[in-house]
Structure formats: C-alpha cells, structure tokens
C-alpha cells in the first residue's frame, strides 16, 4: 500500500454530509496511506508495555497516524437557497504521519 | 435668453460649397425685449475659421469650400469616418464680446464631417432629406415667452434635390400650443406653458415632400419637455400641527411625529449645489432649553401620483431629540417651525409648523412593595433566581438604572452575615433590570440561612434618584445528598445525549439538574438539540449578565470561539446549529 | 496611438510641454472646469498639449500603471470635454481582432462545459449552466482561490468585529475588481454571463457579484449624481467612457453593438464591475434580462430625460443584451 498522501475526491458541497446544502461542486483532500515508515521508539516502547500488561486497560496507540498537517483556507459557496456560507480547515493541504 | 437644446448635430461633406447654411441655432427669451445675438465661442481649433455665425439669425455658415484636403487635415481621435467637429455658440443679449463665453449660456454643435462628397437625389430617401438621423428632444421653460424653439429644415439637403418643395406640420389630436410657422419651418411654442399642468408634450411632426410627381408624408416624433422653475409656495394638506409626548423613551436621537409639507415644483437632488425649491427651516423659539434639546429632521422626496401624475416634492420635518433627556424634566410648549421656499419669488413662499410638546417627568420606583422569591435547595451555583425592576423599566430608553443588594440588619452576626452570600445581584446591561442568582450553595445548607431578607436599592444614574424595596429569598426542598461537597458544578453543555444531561447537576440550573432541548429540524435550525441549565435563559440567543460570569453556564449564548460543525454564527454564541450541539468550555460543535 | 504614460514621457522630455502639462494638471485641481476654461494661462496650456503626443494617446486594459495612465488622459481631456456631456471618448484603445478570437475560444470552452453539462439532464434535475461555470471555477485552483478570497471580502464583516456596516463596499469592490483580473476570462465570464433557463441559475447568475455588499443600498442616489462621483475618479470615468463606447445600442449593426464586436462589450461592462457604477441584474428572471446599476432618476429636476437616457443605456441595451444572450450559447 501507499505511503501516507494527500488524496482527491470531487464531491457536491452537500455529500460532505455537515449540514451545508449545495449542489456547488468542490475537490474533498483528504490524508490517507502507510505510516510505518515514520514509526519511533515511542510506539515500540509504547507497544511492549502493552504486551506485558504494564499498561493495562489503554487505548495508547502504538503506530503514527496519517493526518492533515495543515487545512485549506476557508471555502466559500454559494448554498441551495442562495446564501453564501463559510466552511473552516474541512480539506486537508499537507498530511503527515503524526 | 435661453437655448432649448444641448446639442444641435448635422452632417458636413466634401464639396459643400462656401457661403452654404448649415443650420440655425435658436435661442428663447425670457422678457419679451430681449434679442439675442450669436457668436462662436471656440477659437482653439483650426477648423474654426471654416465656419461663421449670423449674429441675428444664428445661421450658421461654410466660410470656404469643403475640401478632400480638408478631412485630411483634421486631427481627431478616431481614423475612420467622419470626424467629429466641435463648435460652441454663444448668446447674449447684447452686442456680444469674445470673453463672454464663459459666463453666457452656450450650446454644442457638433458637426459630422463624412469623408465623401454629399449624396445625389437619388440615393437619399425622403426621411433623410427631412429629418437628421438622430433627433434630440428640446425643452422649454415654464412661464416664458412664447416664439421659435427649432428650425426643421434641414439646411445641408436643402440643395440635393432642389426641385422638390418640403414643409412641415405640426399633427395634434388635441389642441396643442405648438405650431409650424410655414413662413420660416420653424417649430414655435405659440402661448406660455405650465410645467404643473403638463412636463412633457409629445408631438408627431410631418414632413411634407412635393416631388415631381406626387406628394408624399414622412413622420416623426417629438417629445418637448417642459423645465421647472420655482413658482409654487409650499402648503400644508390637512393639519400644521402634531402633539408630540416625551416619555419612557428619551434618547438622543428618538423621533417623535411627522408633518408634511407639499410643494408641487421639484426639488432636485443632482447636482448638490442645486437650489432651487429647497425649503429652509427656522426654529422659531429662543429658548436655549428647547434648543439644545430638540432639533428637526428634514426629509423629502419626490412623488408624481398626489400631483396629478406631475412630478412635485413631499417634504417630511420631525421632531428629533439631541441628547438624553434627563428624567426629572417636566415641561410642556408650542414648538413653531418656519419653512421657506428661498427660491419662490412670491411674499407667500413660507410654512408655519407647529410641534405640541409635552415632557413628563418618570418617576423612579418600584411598583412591587416587596419582592419575594423561593428557589429550590437543589439549585446550583449561577442558577437565576429572578428579576427586580423598577416600575416601567423595560420601557426606558435613555435612561440608565442600576441595582444594589443590601442586608437589611447589619447588626449581626459575622456568622448570621454570611448567610447573605447566598444570593447575588447583576446587572443586565441593556434592558435596566437587575439578575438575582445563587451565589453560593455551601450556606444553603445551613438551617439558619433558609430565608433571608434583603433591600433592592435602584438608582437612576444621572440625578442619582434612588427607589427601595424589599426582598425576600426563601430556600425549599431537600438538598442533594449525593456529592454535596461537588467543588465544581460541570457543563451542561457539554452533554450530547437527553439521558446524560437530565441526569447531570449542571452550573446554572435551577432544578439542580440540566435540561434537554430537543430540536426537530433539518439543516441548520434556530432550534437545535442541545443540552442547558435553564430552558427559559440558555440558549436563547443572549448572553446575559449571569451567564457572561462563566462560560460553561451557556456557551451556546455566550462562546466567542469558532463553531465547528454546521451552524451559523452570531455575535457571540451560535445561531442556528446543525443536530445537536454540544460545548467544552467555549468551544462549540454541531453534528446530526 | 501612443500609450499616455509614453507619451508624458515624451512630454516631459520638452521643456515647453513638460511645463504646459504641469500648468494644465494645476488648473485640474480646482475641479471648477468654468473658471479653469476662463483663464488665460490654462487655455494657452492645453492649445500647447493639442499638438503634442498627449492629445491622442491611449491606455490598455490591465497595463502596467494604468491609473496612472488613465491620470494622464484625463489631464488632457478633462480640459477638452465639457463635463455634463452624456458620453465621452474613452481612453482605452479599441478592442483588437485577437481578443474576438479568444471570445470564440470562450464561447467554445462554454460550448464543451455544456455539453457536459447536458448530462444533467439525465440526473432529472434542470441544467444550470451557471452552476456548471461554478463547477469550473471551483476545480480550478486560482479561480476557486479568488473566488473564495472575493466571498469572504464581501461578507459581512466577521461577527465579533461587527461595527454596524454589514460589510465594507469598498473592500468589496476592490475585490471585485482584482477577481475580474486575475482570474482567466474562461472561468470568470461564464460565471457572470451564464445562460439561464429557469429562476435557480438567474438568482445564481444575479449573486455572482455578492450584490447584497457591492450593489444593493438602503438608498438608491440619483444615476447623474452617481455619474458625477463616477467622473471625479480617473478609473471610474474611463470604465464608463468605455462602456458606452463599446455597449452603445447603435442601429448600424446586425447586433446592434458597435462594429458588431460582442466581446467589446462584454469586456468594458465586467471593467464597470467594482466601480461606483457597479452593473447587475436587477432580478432573478432567466426570460427577460434587466441589467442596472443602483440608481434611479427621482429628484432629476430638469435633467429628468438625461438621466434616463443614462438608465436607458444599461436597462434597455439591446448590444449588452445580446452580447449576453451570445455568450451562453
Ligand atoms: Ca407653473
Ligand atoms: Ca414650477
Ligand atoms: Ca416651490
Ligand atoms: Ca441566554
């Protein structure tokens, strides 16, 4: 599978399924992909005090996550009864395996 | 005098022989002695020694032969055909001299020079031979003489086909005082008209072409404005005087009544330094009290249904208060109001408006004799209790009152004193009402401290007018066993299930426990579902005085951060949400 | 022609003309243009700056300093015009034949986004070209950027700042004007000029400009007295002056427009967009197009038929209206 990156889905404002009505269509960039390679100590140590049960009972999590860095800019649209609406950091511009 | 056209146009072409007429610009008097004198103004051009004016008849004429040479010798904007030339005629009443210019009035002739020699017989129809192309609408002035306001001959085609014999009448289904003079083909106004009566005259003109054989009839429309001029006095339709009563509301700026002033002359708004029919107001008081204090706002525009579908002027004067009215103020008095058409050249151009005012004093007091309250042992820190109020206080504007909480014995007991922290007072700012909440829930539980006694002190901020009353606060019911040493209340805010929250002591809840709102609408609704410690106060849109204490009472009123989710925003808090939403601390998050 | 910051150039390179100009700019800044005419030192200036580059020079569209060539224009021609006149000569050099062919390549772009577009007829919904220009806008990175940059200026003002302007018109128009010019004509026309065949994609059409910030007023000022304003600002008066150049309902031409050049028009009415004569529909109808900017003609006095033949040329505009009705097919 592919490292963590950024990916693209062409949707209409309404499909992003938070309240907004709009058939305006827009580019969705979401993170998504492989984290191994950005694994540290932390998640080893992290993950062998899980296995010896000196964490007991934890949702610690042990390997990094693909997520956005940094969000685009506010989007502006035009809504289904003709007002203008804002959307804040809801598309992702960078990602990283944090 | 005076030209009733901006603009006269013609065409000019190769060829056109020296000593030719052009046109014939006319101008109107204004007193039947008057003569008017042409002359041309613009000397900076080349071109102009090409032409010169009757100075009686304002005919203008071909000084020279028009050339090819000539066409090429013009520098102009454009490269193509035809060249623009721009002349300017002036009009004097007297022997005119060149310096004038600037202050006569002057009239633009653009002359269309077409790089070709002028048609042949022919090539040109017949509505060309009668009529140039673009026809502008002249203008006369009301109540001015009567004579000669166009020349219809088209004095450039005169030559190309001199056989034919044209004339010109002027076709009216009614009777219209606009006539032909067959002598000259000029179009002449023959009596005064009044803009009042009727601004626009539209008038169909008929070319009449003899050819060699037959007769034949070319027609064209003209619409002849009539211009205003300031010679109505200004009335009152109905009443010249308004009661005006000063009361709760005493403001700066508050407007009080409406008087209307009728003008049937218009008032024009463009150009700005324009005066003409514009009314000027004198307060007629000497008294520096009303001056200071009352000032009129004039108003007007333009209607043309109540003037017999004839443009004139409503004007509006009220009644305007310049500062705060102070509530000890009593006073009554007949406010006259001078209102006069500077322009009108009558004695009767002037408007006496009356304003009947009368100032009553507001008295500050309470209405209720004692107030008095019982709250729920279970409420929580920040829960409100109740409002005190002096007597029409949500009426008051401009006028500021704030309230006070006092122990009515203050020779007690350290210990007994302490009971009285109990309950306290805030201010809501806007409406000159005082908040009572809990303040601390630790002493509710003391036997001793179940009713207590208070003095509500309001004063009023400018003259220092203080109103008392009494306050009683009893404490009811069974305190929460559970948890009672609880040292911080949670958010109720902060839960996104109906379960959760009612099963939650909250900050700020009254009951003690928090209460669901269930919302039912799609999108983003005004009534979303949220959870909050007090239906009646949160959300309701206001971040009031007990609630701007802490944000976790209702950050749905009072969050200042960005809202995530959907929602719309107000100026603090959430308007409108999507689903539920649901808050920690002062940030806000709506989801379905 | 010359282009007017050369030709100030070349002006200033002669000590004669250099110093006329200074005079002629020093007599323009009474504004009084009566008193200005009357004096003798002004008149011998400008018979001076007839005969030089500066009589006939021209600006271009989105050049480099183009106020400031505008400036240099009007220094001249302010003095030349009469001021009340209805129209004047616009600054800017006429259209050229490669702009028509980039219109064709407009039209052509618009013709595939709508065939496209035609699939929405298979979605059951109704085809909204104006929606599809949106679409375009939207996948496009500079366009999407402007435009999102444009909404957010126009907005009212956030609600924690909020004075008690719902949102600053200047601002707002500024915006405008740099979204006009930065983003390609082939995603910004088709945004504005869309063809519309029901209420959705006029009232869409009719937003484009965020019209409740650049348009709508709570007073509508008398269209001369917006004129007026208009004229006191370079840009504004040679937006205008262009307009009615290149929009002129002219009877001698199969299209009415002059020298039958749609694009012409097109180009200097968006060059009005963000200006104090601001342009727009005036409602959301898609059958009859009305196009105003907000004014009215009350309070005229005498001047009644000259402000509404000045309404006339946006209102009733045969050239615009076609122009328009091309441009979506
Ligand atoms: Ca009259
Ligand atoms: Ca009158
Ligand atoms: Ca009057
Ligand atoms: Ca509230």
């Known amino acids: ?98 | 005098l005076y030209f009733p056209q901006r603009l006269y146009t013609e065409n000019i072409y190769v060829g056109q022989q020296q000593g030719s007429p052009l046109l014939q610009v006319i101008s109107m008097r204004e007193f039947p002695t008057e003569r008017p004198y042409f002359f041309l103004c613009s000397h900076r051009d080349a071109f102009t020694s090409w032409f010169h004016i009757d100075e009686a008849s304002g005919v203008l004429y071909l000084n020279k032969t028009l050339e090819w040479s000539d066409f090429s010798s013009l520098r102009s904007g454009s490269v193509r055909s035809p060249k623009d030339l721009t002349l300017k005629v002036g009009v004097s009443s007297t022997p005119p001299m060149k310096v004038m210019c600037t202050i006569l009035p002057t009239v633009e002739v653009k002359l269309s020079f077409i790089n070709d020699t002028a048609p042949s017989c022919g090539q040109v129809e017949l509505s060309t031979l009668c009529f140039p192309e673009k026809i502008s609408n002249p203008h006369i002035t009301e109540n001015r003489e009567p004579g000669a306001l166009r020349q219809l001959r088209r004095f450039t085609h005169m030559s190309i086909c001199p056989n034919y014999t044209i004339s010109y009448g002027v076709v009216a289904g009614s009777s219209v005082p606009f006539a032909v003079d067959d002598s000259t083909s000029e179009l002449v106004v023959t009596a005064q008209v009044d803009r009042e009566e009727k601004e626009v005259y539209h008038l169909d003109i008929v070319c009449m072409v003899r050819t060699e054989r037959n007769l034949e009839e070319v027609f064209r429309s003209l619409h002849v404005n009539i211009y205003d001029e300031d010679d109505n006095s200004p009335y009152v339709n109905g009443t010249d005087t308004e009661d005006v009563l000063v009361e709760f509301d005493r403001s700066e700026g508050t407007v009080f009544g409406t008087l209307f002033v009728y003008d049937r002359d218009t008032t024009p708004v463009y150009p700005t330094n324009q005066v003409q029919n514009k009314l000027v107001g004198t307060l007629m008081t000497n008294d520096s009290w009303i001056k200071n204090n009352f000032a009129i706002e004039h108003k007007f525009r333009e209607e043309k249904a109540i003037f017999g579908n004839v443009r004139g002027t409503v004007h509006e004067y009220k009644l305007k208060l310049s500062q705060n009215l102070s509530v000890t103020e009593q006073r009554s008095f007949l406010l006259g109001y001078l209102v006069n058409d500077t322009t009108f050249p009558g004695p009767e151009g002037t408007v006496l408006l009356h304003f009947n005012v009368t100032v009553l004093p507001v008295p500050i007091r309470f209405s209720n004799v004692t107030y008095s309250f019982t709250v729920s042992q279970k409420a929580t820190t920040y829960s409100q209790i109740g409002k005190v109020c002096v007597e029409n206080c949500q009426k008051f504007k401009g006028i500021d009152v704030t309230y006070q909480l006092e122990i009515v014995d203050r020779n007690i007991t350290a210990e007994a004193q302490s009971c009285y922290w109990a309950v306290s007072l805030a201010q809501n700012p806007n409406d000159n009402t005082g908040v009572l909440y809990v303040n601390d829930t630790k002493v509710l539980r003391r036997p001793e401290c179940q009713e207590l006694e208070y003095v509500v002190i309001a004063q009023e901020q400018q003259n220092k007018l203080q109103a008392k009353t009494q306050l009683t606060v009893s404490f009811q019911g069974e305190a929460d066993s559970l948890k009672t040493d609880e040292p911080r209340f949670p958010a109720c805010a902060e839960k996104r299930q109906r379960g959760d929250c009612e099963a939650t002591r909250g900050l700020g809840a009254p009951t003690g426990r928090c209460q669901w709102r269930q919302g039912r609408d799609k999108g983003i609704s005004k009534r979303y579902s949220t959870c909050s410690p007090n239906l009646g106060t949160c959300p309701d849109g206001y971040c009031d005085a007990i609630e701007s204490k802490n944000i976790s009472i209702c950050p749905q009123d009072c969050s200042s951060e960005a809202i995530i989710g959907g929602y719309e925003r107000d100026l603090y808090g959430i308007k409108a949400g999507h689903g539920t939403c649901y808050c920690f601390e002062g940030k806000c998050f709506c989801e379905r | ?329």
């Not at chain 3, 504005?192 to 007023?217: G, V």
Request: with cysteine; proline share 5%; hydrophobic share 30%.
């Open chain 3, 1 to 329: 022609p010359m282009d007017c910051l050369r030709a100030s150039e070349v002006c200033n390179q002669n000590s004669q003309c250099s110093s006329r100009f200074r005079i002629m700019r020093q007599c323009l800044v009474g504004r009084d243009r009566t008193t200005m005419l009357a004096n003798r030192e002004c008149q011998a200036a400008l018979e001076v700056l007839q005969d030089s580059p500066l009589y006939d020079c021209r600006c271009k569209r989105g050049m480099k300093r183009e106020l400031q060539c505008l400036q240099s224009y009007w220094s001249i021609h302010m003095g030349l015009n009469e001021g009340e006149e209805l129209y004047e000569t616009s600054p800017y050099e006429p259209m050229h034949l490669s702009d028509e062919f980039r219109l064709a390549s407009i039209i052509s772009a618009m013709d595939s986004a709508s065939a496209k577009g035609n699939l929405c007829f298979d979605t059951g919904k109704p085809c909204n070209p104006c929606l599809d220009a949106t679409k375009a806008c939207n996948l496009n990175d500079t366009c999407k950027k402007q435009r999102t940059a444009l909404l957010a200026t126009c907005s009212p003002a956030a609600p924690i700042s909020q004075a008690h302007e719902p949102c600053n018109r200047k601002r707002c128009h500024r915006g405008l004007r740099q979204f006009f010019d930065r983003v390609q004509t082939e995603f910004s026309y088709p945004l504005l000029f869309c063809s519309c065949r029901d209420k959705a994609c006029a009232e869409r059409r009719r937003q484009t400009i965020m019209p409740a910030c650049s348009y709508e007023e709570k007073s509508k000022p008398n269209c001369l007295e917006l004129r007026r304003t208009c004229r006191s600002d370079p840009l504004c008066r040679s937006r205008l002056a262009d307009f009615h150049m290149n929009c002129q309902t002219t009877p001698h031409s199969i299209t009415s427009c002059p020298n039958d050049n749609y694009h012409g028009c097109l180009v200097s009415y968006v060059g009005l967009i963000g200006s104090d004569v601001t342009p727009n529909y005036v409602d959301a109808s898609h059958t009859n197009i009305t196009i105003s900017p907000w004014c009215g003609c009350r309070g005229s006095g005498n001047h009644e038929a000259e402000c509404e033949a000045f309404l006339r040329d946006f209102r009733e505009n045969t050239c615009l209206r076609n122009a328009i009705q091309a441009f979506g097919y």
């Open chain 1, 1 to 98: 599978s592919k490292p963590c990156s950024l990916r693209k889905l062409v949707v209409t404002v309404s499909q992003l399924g938070i309240a907004f009505v709009s058939d305006e269509t827009i580019a969705f960039h979401y993170c998504s992909g492989e984290c191994d390679a950005s694994r540290k100590n932390y998640d080893f140590v992290l993950e062998a005090m899980k296995k010896k049960g000196l964490l007991r009972k934890n949702k610690a999590r042990h390997r990094p996550c693909c997520r956005p860095t940094a969000y685009e800019e506010d989007f502006l649209f035009l809504d289904n009864s003709f007002q203008y609406k804002t959307i804040h950091e809801f598309s992702a511009k960078a990602c990283g395996c944090i």
